[in-house]
């Protein structure tokens, strides 16, 4: 899809999906009251969850911002043909490499200690991806199955690290040592130990998706990344050399998933935790960038959706005792829904056109 | 049966489509006399296949009627035209490749056994019934992948006869078979029509359609033009009224005035993507100001040795200099680099990124140069200029530069890999079956292209599946056979015959010395 022709049928791309949350709001609806909760109550619970105070607008803006980072990787895999279920280990080594880097390096300067803190994540990440992008294009072998085994092993990897060589010594907890002031993001309101989360992270993050549509779509790297994913041997016909695009999107889509692990480590957490499971960043991510149809600016967009379903569901439970499962239940709808823009499409007088659009085009071929 | 011979076996009157922006069928009489061939004529986008798709109940006419044996009847979905006795092969196989050729035949309608389990004796029983009545020689236990397409048609044909179809619809079934396949269909098609069946042939290629038919019908535009009895009727006429002009079914071009040599080859070896040998020690040289052919029926090398000239697969030994350059084995853009352009004999698969626009599909090899990027930043200005001035100069129909190449007609989406590889400058083209699946009026713009190229002095080879594009335009003719030139020949001299025979490996004509090449 080329930036030209999509302005043409931008209200199109806006209604199914806009369609499809009130849709899967109204199914979550139904589910709501069949465990005796008020839906009313409920959403209003959501919207005051995420929006109501500025300490629910900050946590929901802290939620969203790896969010865009790990669509952004997803999209930009996505855009040289590439499935990348690696985000969720490259966002771990991400986080590892920053929060060593804070913590291990003292005395510098913030315009030095902060870039080069943030800077390691997103090395950290796009090497992590580097590994199945290189085994893709020089082996072919397929990076989705590659790219879940490197999730493990950043997983189990960051476990040991932090168990043993970069554990605090003071602390029970398997906690890394926390970073340098001069590593740390800014906070909006009232510095870093402010209750308001938020930070320059979002700052950050919406850049990184600005920066990543202007790849994809004004420079050559990113022409041969978008020819490779939609015909790689068209690509490959026209002389462009298909294993360095496709080498080249996993490294940038890594560094966006290691991106999204030094904001974490440099705006909220400021060490390492350690971790018991997969957070999911990386597998939301898949959905943010499908939902965005790997559009930069819709990841910012899904990825805010994604951030008010999470922390709504939240605030449901505690406001209007509604199970998080539940909650559950709409965000999954609301995807589900999303997902499948043919349902949607289906109860929109546009299927009518869009098909026969096609049957025209059948005869024309 | 038992009507009186008058009334046709099929009547279509008044049959009116519209599709957003376009009249596909616009009160269309069609008429098929039992025991017939009637070929249904036209450009891409004339409207026969919506005509044949209303027939076969896949879409709905807005107005008109469809009268079978004389009475009018209601064809609102497949089944309906099934059980009415109408059979339509469709371009792209309907097939199981898996499956075996008994199971594709009964496939829908299996016999069984105690209810449930499908019962495979009676099923096999049944193909070879069919295929002894219709004297369809097929293997029913082959599974339909390994079958050649040739086969695999048969399969088609057989499996609409089983479903007792009377009128047969067989739409472009010639666009996928070798000649040889062609003459074997053309034989059924007789034999059929022998046995009472009417058939409708639907094909854009006059020289068929004159070799097979009894009466034509042709359609532009939608309109039907008029309809013809085939003896009586010429090329010149079915082409003129297909496109609505007089078409130069052969190009006009002068003696060719060949300059110094462009392209060499050297003893060339290359292997197919089984590691088998496909080109086998081949030698020529093509000079500026000259066509060179290479004619050969399919799979003979000619897809390796383009390949291997143009980078995409490397040679295993031998050498290709273009303009004193040796560029074996280097990749694409290199050779692109040194003066050469490809007309992929595939145009979907190479030619275009169908989901590119036309603009974006412009500069699938230039744009990492200027003036459409500077410092690795796309000028789109620029490039939406260029795509512009292509889009007029080489005539390409399309609402604007902006829209998906996937969206255009074949013959337009060729245009646009045309225009852009004659736009940037070549000395060397490399046509491979650069009209594969155009029509008449396409085929004369491209032939046109290659001939003024030409005259510009530069060098072309032309790799064609279509001994007549050969025949018209090359200066020279080499014929491939299993991966070597069998011979060179001089399109004045040589007969159609001779060439046949070639191609076939049946006969060798004069050898390499008159490549021009010291190389043997």
Known sequence: MSMNSKSKAWWRELLVPVIAVLVGLAIGAVFMLFTGANPLDAYGALLSGCFGSPVNLSETIVYVTPLICTGLSIAVAFRAGLFNIGAEGQMIVGMLASAIVGYTLTGLPRIIHLPLTILSGMVAGGLWAAVPGYLKAKFGVHEVVNSIMMNYIALYFSHYLVNGPIKDPNLASPYSPEIADAAKLWRFVGGHGSEFRVNSGIIIAVVAAILIYRLLYKTTKGYEIRAVGLNPEAARYAGIDVSAAMARSMLIAGSMAGLAGAIQVCGIQYKFLDLFAFEGFGFDGIAVALLAKGNPYGILAAASLFGVLNRGSQMMQLLATVPKETAGIIQASVVFLVAAEGIVEGWLPIRRMAKLDVAGKEETR | ?520
């Open chain 2, 1 to 520: 049966m038992g009507k009186p011979q008058s009334v046709p076996v099929l009547e279509m009157r008044g049959i009116t489509k519209q599709f957003p922006g376009v009249l596909a069928n616009d009160n269309v009489d069609f008429k098929l006399e039992k025991g017939e061939i009637h070929a249904l004529l036209g450009e891409n986008g004339a409207g026969k296949t919506t005509l044949m798709k209303i027939l076969y109940g896949l879409y709905e006419a807005d107005e008109g009627t469809i009268l079978v044996d004389g009475e009018e009847v209601s064809i609102q979905e497949p089944n309906d035209a099934i059980s009415l006795g109408i059979g339509m092969v469709h371009q792209h196989f309907m097939l199981i490749p898996p499956f075996t050729v008994a199971e594709n035949l009964v496939l829908g309608a299996e016999p069984r056994k105690h209810g449930i389990f499908m019962d495979m004796e009676s099923a096999i029983a049944r193909a070879n019934e069919i295929s002894e009545a219709y004297g369809l020689a097929i293997d029913p236990h082959a599974k339909v992948m390994d079958i050649s397409v040739g086969m695999q048609q048969r399969v088609e044909i057989l499996k609409a006869l089983l479903r007792g179809a009377e009128i047969l619809v067989l739409d472009e079934p010639t666009a996928v078979l070798t000649p040889q396949e062609v003459t074997e269909l053309f034989e059924i098609m007789r034999n059929l029509t022998r046995q009472g069946k009417s058939i409708i042939f639907i094909s854009h290629k006059l020289k068929e359609v004159l070799d097979i038919s009894d009466h034509v019908t042709v359609l532009r535009r939608g309109k039907s033009i008029g309809t013809v009895a085939t003896p009586g009727t010429t090329q010149q006429e079915l082409a003129k009224m297909m496109v609505g002009r007089d078409v130069e079914l052969v190009v006009e071009k002068g003696p060719a005035s060949p300059g110094e040599s462009i392209l060499e080859i050297d003893t060339l070896h290359v292997l197919d993507h089984r590691h088998l040998p496909a080109v086998r020690g081949v030698s020529f040289s093509v000079r500026a100001g000259e066509i060179l052919g290479i004619a050969g029926v399919d799979g003979n090398g000619q897809s390796e040795l383009v390949e291997a000239i143009t980078g995409m697969r490397r040679p295993s030994s031998g050498r290709v200099v273009i303009n004193g350059r040796d560029v074996t084995g280097v990749p694409p853009r290199q050779v692109f680099e040194s003066g050469v352009v490809h007309i992929p004999s595939d145009r979907h698969r190479h030619g275009l990124i169908l989901d590119f626009t036309l603009a974006e599909n412009m500069v699938l090899q230039t744009y990492y140069r200027p003036p459409f990027s500077k410092r690795g930043e796309l000028d789109w200005e620029t490039i939406h200029q260029e795509a512009r001035r292509l889009i007029e100069e080489f005539d390409v129909r399309t609402p604007s530069e902006k829209v998906a190449a996937g969206s255009l007609s074949g013959g337009n989406q060729q245009k646009v890999i045309v225009a852009r590889e004659l736009s940037r400058k070549p000395e060397l083209i490399v046509a491979a079956q650069p009209t594969r699946g155009l029509d008449v009026g396409a085929i004369e713009f491209v032939h046109r292209k290659l001939i003024e190229a030409r005259d510009d002095g530069k060098a072309v080879l032309l790799v064609s599946l279509e001994l007549d594009e050969i025949m018209a335009l090359a200066d020279r003719i080499a014929v491939i056979y299993e991966g070597e030139i069998v011979g060179i020949a001089d399109p004045d001299t040589v007969t159609e015959e001779e060439l046949g025979l070639m191609m076939a490996g049946a006969m060798r004509g004069p050898q390499h010395k008159a490549a021009g090449g010291e190389s043997r």
